[in-house]
């Protein structure tokens, strides 16, 4: 008798067709663990937004894949009219200051977008483990707010540290505590965390 394979929600904003390095990483996992014996659903960015976005698409990597892999994709919703028109009217740096909590990343409204959806897939299909890959961070945000509803497992995968990486910036050093809270109190109810380097490891 064939064993049931445990079922795997997937988050993953870094996801083919789209490009770029963080790419890699997620494929690799969704090819090893279907590999041994997960069954995947890939919850992921819309088509749309890898079209506008600023990374190139790769459909190349749509190739690497697992057959019959389910995916459903979720459009960020980046207003990205509206941000060049802070930046055209010199206003940028003193909105995202203001509103930086709930603008901390381009797509910090994905999170709000994907949560019906993420629940139904659970509840439909039986999930009984979510696996969030990021940068960005948004999709660890997901992967906490899913678990706290619906008590399952979480593992968070993390490419780069958060508040420690070099390429973040905040409008000021209060932003930066505030994200340093945030950062210690979601990894911290994460039941595993897979991360690159021993460094990291240290960190966390």
Same mark, same amino acid.
């Given at each position: ?10 988050? *993953?904003?870094? &996801? ?6 963080? +790419?890699?990483? *997620? ?14 659903? +890939? ?16 459909? =190349?990597m749509e190739k690497e ?9 979720? =459009?960020? @919703? ?5 941000? @060049?028109?802070? +930046?055209? &009217? ?64 979480? +593992? ?5 540290? &958060?508040?420690? *990486? ?8 209060l932003h930066w505590y ?14 595993k965390l897979v991360v ?9």
């Amino acid at each position: 008798m064939e064993q049931q394979r445990k079922k795997v929600l997937f988050i *993953a904003h870094h &996801f083919p067709p789209l490009g770029g390095p963080g +790419v890699y990483r *997620a494929t690799r996992f969704a090819q090893h663990l279907t590999e041994m014996g997960y069954d995947l659903h +890939v919850l992921t960015v819309a088509l749309s937004d890898i079209e506008k976005g600023t990374y190139p698409s790769d459909v =190349s990597m749509e190739k690497e894949l697992p057959k019959d892999l389910k995916i459903t994709r979720i =459009s960020i @919703d980046y207003d990205t009219n509206f941000r @060049d028109k802070l +930046v055209k &009217f010199h206003i940028m740096r003193f909105v995202w200051m203001l509103f930086w909590f709930r603008w901390w990343e381009p797509s910090a409204r994905w999170p709000r977008q994907c949560m019906k959806p993420a629940l139904d897939i659970i509840d439909r299909e039986g999930i009984e483990l979510i696996w969030t890959s990021s940068g960005p961070f948004v999709a660890t945000l997901l992967g906490y707010r899913l678990k706290k509803r619906r008590k399952i497992k979480w +593992v968070a995968d993390l490419r780069d540290p &958060f508040t420690e *990486a070099y390429f973040w910036v905040w409008p000021t050093k209060l932003h930066w505590y505030f994200s340093r809270w945030m950062e210690k109190r979601i990894w911290g109810k994460a039941d595993k965390l897979v991360v690159t380097c021993p460094a990291l490891k240290d960190q966390y």
